[in-house]
Nanobody, 125 residues
Framework: QVKVEESGGGLVQAGGSLRLSCAAS????????MGWYRQAPGKEREMVAR???????YYADAVSGRFSISKYNANNTVYLQMNDLKPEDTAVYYC???????????????????WGQGTLVIVSS
């Protein structure tokens, strides 16, 4: 099994910036996609940003122009750079990874849609 684990949340004032990190680990053959989702109090989970292995990126309208998702690096880590944060950005942020595991014979194995435990971002006014 593979997993993803995010970090970097915290308390920040409106207008400030944070960078969230998500590291995928385990027997990884390749990564199909990685992304960030968030869930604010009393609201449903929503997509924030995604990047696919073809290089396509997608952003929620609410964060477009302010947030940026990085390319995957050699350590299978993706970042979410959050600038000009607003109180409306307050939420638990979750990392999501679509990951092909390595099979027992070293080939591409099963695809897993993995989720992290979440990291809390609080933006004060």
């Amino acid at each position: 099994q593979v997993k993803v684990e995010e970090s970097g949340g915290g308390l920040v004032q409106a207008g400030g910036s944070l960078r969230l990190s998500c590291a995928a680990s385990g027997s990884i053959f390749s990564i199909n996609y990685m992304g960030w989702y968030r869930q604010a109090p009393g609201k449903e989970r929503e997509m924030v940003a995604r990047r696919t292995n073809t290089g396509s990126t997608y952003y929620a309208d609410a964060v477009s122009g302010r947030f940026s998702i990085s390319k995957y690096n050699a350590n299978n880590t993706v970042y979410l750079q959050m600038n000009d944060l607003k109180p409306e950005d307050t939420a638990v942020y979750y990392c999501n990874g679509g990951i092909y595991q390595t099979s027992g014979i070293g080939s591409r194995g099963r695809h897993l849609d993995a989720w992290g435990q979440g990291t809390l971002v609080i933006v004060s006014s």
